[in-house]
């Protein structure tokens, strides 16, 4: 058997879709930091090899005219406020995801990101203003609070990698409430002298946008070009422009795709292999972007772009100082870069514990943070990378030889988080292992996906029914994916013992024909109790499901065939069948096969590293919650 984890990744559900939008992003965002760096390296040493060329040529100016009228900035400010409007339009998309679809759909967890996030930043710029008091530059104190996303992610796929998978989604959710919180210190402490009558335009398109969305329209051409008429209405009012890129993606919808929507794509699609017509085929087109969320859609086209185009332009774009050892000395005697890197390093870890603490303590206990209060800690080191936004506000607030020692300072921070993120993680694996447990697990309930808890009484379990672990698989007797995974959950029974499997029927008949008769095949042998003896011969003959192929099974088994026929005539099965593929509709199961660790929905290969990876994070999370 192979142990690829690419040849378990598929799926049945009209195409492949093991990966979820969460896992995409945490990928793109980790594999984008190295490119950041890249760019960050190559700025430096530009402007120190010619500063005087790197300063020209980002302050060469770009037109752009129709007619009378034309927009003209520097190369810099293009980047700056057009660009990175679109990295704020994927801030938002994956804002709005999270609250639809991820951890904050529970909206205690909404509550304690937003209050670990506010913390995450109120302490830092507490330090910032302290350390600058007196010294006339506390008007950088934006520059002290924001954490870099790409960094953050990056940092934690470094030093992180013993941490459990909780730590990844806390962190980014205190990132997307740090983003918001950002975005509106900028509209509101950074931006220049407001021209009503230009933001009074720019909400005007905005209300527009929100008419035109709540009419279901769903061409983009349209938002994008009333999102470009808000952009430059913006820019002329003195609030910066990029708002309006957070402010499309918080309002572009995130949902699964339904079972239905996914099986009236897989009628089109047969209709079009019957008659491939150029009509058909946009239909075909239309079905299948109708099936996915728009929200899922946008992420995949333009969240590539922002991690591996975007922000690294920007690092380009701004990074470049001359860096010798005369600006040092004078960056590391200055309050500001101090500020920054102080409040980075030290702030930013305190305000997230200290405020998530203080959420639970104050909420009496209703407000749990995900992982244990170790976990916490060392996210908060990991936190402290600010970057992409801190770059942008620093440009806002200074200019010069301040500047040029805000940039120290955030670049310092980065290594210094860094730094405290090692050793962070470092304690904790000192730690004797159940107080290793604890300090990584905590006992915070996780958030359930399985819309139907596992019933010993209704469901078919294989393994100790006392077990600490539940895995359900929700499967298809004629989909060879669902084959493939067999011998995979074979060898997990067979490594962990204290491990229990139950199968739940979903025959997706719109692609398998001959699937619901085989589950309710399955069903009536559990009738004469030999569920998991007919589920083994129909997994293991795919090929073999027809009626008489069915017959012949039973017979096999030495099961009263005449009891079998006549229970399979009368459909004896079918009601079983339907429980469970109702059950599967409750979870936003689409596709086969399905995987649930303890309630987890468990994302990614289903290969055995992948699935027992899954399965001891659940047991020692039940470990410690014991």
Request: glycine share 12%.
């Amino acid at each position: 058997m192979s142990n690829e984890a690419d040849d378990y990744t598929g799926q049945t559900a009209c195409g492949k879709n093991s990966h979820s939008p969460l896992r995409d992003f945490l990928q793109t965002e980790t594999g984008s930091a190295a490119v950041l760096v890249a760019a960050a390296v190559v700025a430096l040493l530009w402007a120190n090899a010619a500063p005087s060329g790197y300063e020209a040529f980002w302050h060469s100016h770009l037109s752009v005219r129709i007619g009378s009228y034309g927009v003209s900035l520097p190369l810099r400010e293009w980047v700056n406020s057009g660009l990175m409007a679109l990295f704020f339009f994927v801030v938002g998309l994956e804002a709005r995801r999270e609250f639809d679809m991820g951890e904050l759909r529970d909206r205690s967890r909404l509550a304690l990101s937003l209050a670990a996030g506010v913390g995450g930043m109120l302490v830092p710029i507490g330090i910032y203003l302290a350390i600058n008091a007196g010294h006339g530059t506390t008007q950088g104190w934006g520059a002290a609070m924001s954490t870099d996303t790409a960094f953050a992610l990056g940092v934690l796929a470094v030093v992180g990698r013993r941490m459990p998978p909780g730590l990844r989604v806390f962190v980014l959710t205190i990132t997307v409430v740090d983003d918001l919180l950002a975005l509106a210190v900028i509209a509101v402490a950074y931006s220049d002298r407001i021209d009503v009558p230009a933001l009074f335009v720019a909400t005007g398109v905005f209300a527009v946008v929100l008419l035109v969305r709540w009419l279901g329209v769903r061409r983009g051409v349209v938002y994008a070009l009333l999102a470009l008429v808000a952009w430059v209405a913006l820019l002329e009012s003195g609030v910066d422009p990029v708002v309006i890129g957070l402010a499309m993606g918080l309002i572009t919808y995130a949902y699964p795709a339904a079972r239905a929507d996914l099986e009236h794509v897989s009628n089109l699609f047969r209709l079009f292999r019957e008659q491939p017509t150029p009509e058909l085929e946009r239909t075909v087109r239309v079905g299948i972007a109708t099936a996915l969320s728009p929200n899922e859609r946008l992420q995949r086209m333009y969240h590539p772009w922002a991690g591996y185009v975007i922000v690294p332009l920007f690092a380009l774009a701004n990074v470049g100082i001359p860096i010798g050892g005369e600006q040092l000395g004078r960056a590391f005697t200055s309050p500001v870069t101090l500020g920054i890197l102080l409040a980075y390093v030290l702030g930013k870890p305190i305000g997230i514990v200290g405020a998530s603490a203080l959420a639970q303590a104050v909420s009496r206990g209703r407000l749990r943070v995900p992982v244990g209060w170790g976990t916490v800690a060392a996210g908060g080191t990991m936190a402290g990378v600010g970057f992409t936004v801190s770059l942008l506000i620093a440009t806002l607030a200074f200019s010069g030889a301040r500047l040029e020692e805000a940039k120290i300072g955030i670049l310092a921070a980065v290594v210094g988080s860094f730094v405290a993120g090692r050793l962070a993680t470092g304690v904790i694996g000192m730690l004797s292992r159940p107080r290793q447990l604890r300090a990584l697990f905590g006992k915070a309930e996780t958030l359930v996906d399985l819309g139907v808890p596992v019933g010993a009484g209704r469901d078919h379990v294989r393994g100790p029914r006392d077990a600490p672990v539940t895995v359900v698989e929700y499967g298809d007797y004629e989909c060879p994916f669902c084959g493939q995974a067999e011998p995979v959950v074979r060898e997990l029974l067979g490594d962990f013992g204290d491990v229990r499997y139950v199968w739940r029927h979903l025959p997706l008949t719109d692609v398998h024909p001959h699937a619901q008769l085989a589950a309710e095949a399955a069903e009536v042998a559990a009738l004469q109790g030999r569920f998991w003896d007919m589920h083994d011969l129909l997994i293991s003959h795919q090929g073999a499901l027809t009626f008489d192929d069915l017959l012949g099974h039973a017979a096999d088994l030495g099961l009263d065939l005449r009891r079998f026929e006549r229970d399979m005539r009368a459909h004896a099965g079918a009601v079983r069948v339907a429980e469970d593929v109702d059950s599967a509709d409750l979870g936003g199961v689409a596709g086969t096969p399905t995987f649930f660790v303890n309630g987890r929905r468990h994302y990614g290969a289903y290969d055995i590293a992948g699935l027992s990876q899954a399965v001891r994070t659940a047991r020692e999370r039940a470990a410690v919650a014991a």
